[in-house]
């Protein structure tokens, strides 16, 4: 009889982490186990309070599956017994591993998708100075080898960090994450500023509470819906506002509904990008699956993290491998 339990884990990260909405200093991440005979199964979640979610929220609403999963609950019927959001990522995610385990069959092979390839990675600049973001740009790119940078931005003094770490880095992709940082009245100029830096993407510029002004103008680059873009449900609403939409496994509640709305977005035809939370390798593991669907693919947590799991997944420059059985799937 499969067992589940729900654990919460904190990791350090390197330094801090920060974004317009705040820094932290830890990653602190709930893993729902289940145990079958000798099969083990896991999935990582980041309960995320800008969802409404709190770490032992999420740990108790996976708890609270425990009969389901003993009476042999599947991905399917999880989808409409839980919201999507952390919560069923985790458990969801667990539910793919498990399967894989007993089968001896891997997950992309379950999903009915070709053994994903080594990819490149976005890395993350945290929010800070002009002055503290330039060198971490040319570090980034110097003996690390990156070669495509995401920049957190979202506040006074944007314009300011982005001259000073094309400056500094001028040859390397950038995309830029706003995080709902930008208003109305500045969207325009942040916008053509990113243009005439070379960035080839902006993620979320506005509260997606505003949004709908990013589909009365012409834009002149790229725009990628993060906050405003959850599961299928939301994806009528974005469709002439933005250009791509950002799929996270813990907004989509797992990678059972992240595999069916990157089919429908790019029937829509929106670009995607694959991202993250910053957590460890067991979370981003199965978001590599998405990646040869993906434009822009950010599974960057573990290199944020002082320490990471282990086995964790392998990062050689700005690539990262994809997962071996004995971390997930």
Same mark, same amino acid.
């Not at 389901?68 to 599947?74: I, P, Q, T």
């Not at 509470?209 to 599961?231: K, Q, Y």
């Given at each position: 009889?499969?067992?589940?339990?729900?654990?919460?884990?904190?990791?350090?990260?390197?330094?801090?982490? @920060?974004?317009?909405?705040?820094?932290?200093?830890?990653?602190?991440?709930?893993?729902?186990?289940?145990?079958?005979?000798?099969?083990?199964?896991?999935?990582?979640?980041?309960?995320?309070?800008?969802?409404?979610?709190?770490?032992?929220?999420?740990?108790?609403?996976?708890?609270?599956?425990?009969?389901?999963?003993?009476?042999?609950?599947?991905?399917?019927?999880?989808?409409?017994?839980?919201?999507?959001?952390?919560?069923?990522?985790?458990?969801?995610?667990?539910?793919?591993?498990?399967?894989?385990?007993?089968?001896?069959?891997?997950?992309?092979?379950?999903?009915?998708?070709?053994?994903?390839?080594?990819?490149?990675?976005?890395?993350?600049?945290?929010?800070? @100075?002009?002055?503290?973001?330039?060198?971490?740009?040319?570090?980034?790119?110097?003996?690390?080898?990156?070669?495509?940078?995401?920049?957190?931005?979202?506040?006074?003094?944007?314009?300011?960090?982005?001259?000073?770490?094309?400056?500094?880095?001028?040859?390397?992709?950038?995309?830029?994450?706003?995080?709902?940082?930008?208003?109305?009245?500045?969207?325009?100029?942040?916008?053509?500023?990113?243009?005439?830096?070379?960035?080839?993407?902006?993620?979320?510029?506005?509260?997606?509470?505003?949004?709908?002004?990013?589909?009365?103008?012409?834009?002149?680059?790229?725009?990628?819906?993060?906050?405003?873009?959850?599961?299928?449900? @939301?994806?009528?609403?974005?469709?002439?506002?933005?250009?791509?939409?950002?799929?996270?496994?813990?907004?989509?509640?797992?990678?059972?509904?992240?595999?069916?709305?990157?089919?429908?977005?790019?029937?829509?035809?929106?670009?995607?990008?694959?991202?993250?939370?910053?957590? @460890?390798?067991?979370?981003?593991?199965?978001?590599?699956?998405?990646?040869?669907?993906?434009?822009?693919?950010?599974?960057?947590?573990?290199?944020?993290?002082?320490?990471?799991?282990?086995?964790?997944?392998?990062?050689?420059?700005?690539?990262?491998?994809?997962?071996?059985?004995?971390?997930?799937?």
């Amino acid at each position: 009889m499969p067992q589940l339990t729900a654990s919460i884990e904190r990791f350090p990260i390197r330094g801090a982490f @920060t974004i317009a909405r705040g820094s932290k200093t830890e990653a602190v991440v709930v893993t729902a186990t289940i145990r079958d005979g000798t099969a083990i199964g896991r999935g990582e979640c980041v309960p995320y309070a800008r969802y409404g979610e709190s770490v032992d929220g999420v740990a108790a609403a996976i708890a609270q599956q425990a009969d389901a999963v003993a009476d042999g609950l599947d991905r399917a019927a999880l989808q409409a017994r839980m919201p999507a959001g952390a919560a069923r990522n985790a458990l969801d995610c667990a539910l793919w591993d498990l399967e894989a385990k007993r089968s001896g069959r891997r997950a992309f092979a379950l999903a009915g998708l070709a053994a994903p390839e080594p990819v490149v990675t976005a890395y993350t600049l945290s929010l800070g @100075t002009p002055e503290a973001m330039a060198r971490a740009a040319a570090e980034a790119t110097g003996q690390a080898g990156h070669e495509l940078l995401k920049l957190k931005l979202g506040a006074e003094g944007d314009m300011e960090r982005l001259r000073a770490i094309r400056a500094a880095a001028p040859q390397v992709r950038l995309i830029v994450d706003a995080n709902e940082g930008w208003t109305p009245d500045n969207l325009a100029a942040h916008l053509d500023a990113c243009a005439k830096a070379g960035v080839e993407l902006v993620e979320q510029p506005l509260p997606a509470s505003a949004d709908a002004l990013l589909g009365d103008m012409t834009r002149p680059i790229a725009v990628c819906a993060d906050e405003s873009a959850h599961g299928r449900d @939301t994806l009528h609403r974005l469709v002439g506002r933005y250009d791509a939409i950002n799929i996270k496994l813990d907004k989509t509640g797992g990678l059972t509904e992240a595999l069916a709305l990157a089919a429908d977005a790019r029937a829509a035809g929106l670009d995607i990008m694959v991202g993250c939370m910053v957590g @460890t390798s067991l979370a981003m593991a199965p978001a590599l699956l998405l990646a040869a669907q993906a434009r822009f693919v950010d599974l960057d947590g573990p290199l944020l993290l002082a320490r990471d799991r282990e086995p964790g997944l392998v990062y050689a420059g700005s690539r990262v491998h994809p997962a071996g059985p004995e971390l997930w799937g």
